[in-house]
C-alpha cells in the first residue's frame, strides 16, 4: 500500500525530473557534436587552405563587392530559402520515422557545426576581426529564430523515432494514448515550421537591408 502511494504521489514528479534530464542529456549531446563538427571545420580549412582560398569564391572581396550593390528579389529569395529549408526538414522528419532517426540527428548537428566551422574560420583568415562581424551580419537576426526551431525540430525527431523503436525511452506524462501522443506531436510541428517560415522571411526581406548596409563600412 505505501509503495503504491509513494508512485502516486512522487511518481509523476519522477517522471517530468527524468523528462527534463533526458531533453537536457540531448542538447548537451547534440553540442558536443556541434562543437566537434565546429574543429572539423576549422582543421579543414587549415588543411586544405590552397583549394578554399585559391579555387573557391567564398567570402572574396570580389564576391562581397558585388554583393554590396546586389538587389535582391525578397520574393524570390524566399522562395529559394523556402524551398531549402523545408527540403531539410521534410528530409529530417521522414529519417526520424526510421530505424536511424537518432543517428541521422547526431549526423546533422555534426554537420551544421562543420559549416560553422568553415565560414567563421574563413571569414576570420581572410578579415581578421571585421570576418567575425560579417558572419554576424550574415546571420541575425533570423538565426534568433532558426536556431531554436532547429533545435525544437532536433528534439522532436528524436522523440519520434525513440516512440517507434525504442518506446521505453519515452516519458510523456498525461499522453497515455498514441493517438493524444501524435496529435501533440503534429501541433509541436507546426510550430517548429512557422518558425521557419517566419525566419526565413526575416532572411528574405530584413537581413539583406542590414548586411547590405554593413558592407557599405565594412
Known amino acids: 500500500m505505501e509503495h503504491i502511494l509513494y508512485k502516486l504521489v512522487y511518481g509523476g514528479a519522477a517522471q517530468r ?15 558536443y557534436l556541434f562543437l566537434g563538427g565546429f574543429l572539423i571545420g576549422i582543421l ?5 587552405k590552397g583549394t ?6 567564398l567570402l572574396s572581396a570580389a564576391s562581397l563587392n558585388r554583393l ?7 520574393n524570390s529569395f524566399l522562395a ?6 523545408m527540403g531539410t526538414l521534410i528530409v529530417l522528419c521522414l529519417l526520424a520515422t526510421t530505424y536511424v532517426g537518432t543517428v541521422t540527428i547526431a549526423m546533422y548537428a555534426a554537420w551544421m557545426g562543420m559549416m560553422a566551422g568553415v565560414f567563421l574560420s ?7 576581426l571585421r570576418g567575425i562581424f560579417l558572419i554576424l551580419a550574415g546571420v541575425l537576426p533570423q538565426y534568433l529564430l532558426l536556431v531554436p526551431a532547429y533545435i525544437m525540430l532536433m528534439n522532436w525527431c ?10 521505453h525511452k519515452v516519458y510523456e506524462d498525461g499522453y497515455g494514448m498514441k493517438r493524444q501522443y501524435y496529435m501533440k506531436k503534429v501541433v509541436q510541428l507546426f510550430i517548429i515550421v512557422m518558425v521557419v517560415i517566419i ?10 537591408i542590414l548586411i547590405s548596409r554593413f558592407l557599405k563600412i565594412f
Not at 525530473?17 to 553540442?31: A, D, F, H, P, Q
Not at 525566419?199 to 539583406?208: A, H
Open 199 to 208: 525566419g526565413s522571411m526575416v532572411e528574405s526581406y530584413v537581413n539583406p
Open 68 to 74: 554590396k550593390y546586389l538587389d535582391i528579389n525578397g
Open 44 to 48: 579543414a580549412i587549415n588543411i586544405w
Open 158 to 167: 528524436y522523440q519520434i523515432c525513440t516512440s517507434l523503436y525504442y518506446p
Open 122 to 128: 574563413m571569414a576570420a583568415m581572410r578579415y581578421g
Open 80 to 85: 529559394y530559402i523556402l524551398k531549402e529549408r
Open 52 to 57: 578554399f582560398f585559391g579555387e573557391m569564391d
Open 17 to 31: 525530473m527524468y523528462k527534463r534530464n533526458g531533453t537536457n542529456s540531448r542538447r548537451i549531446s547534440w553540442l
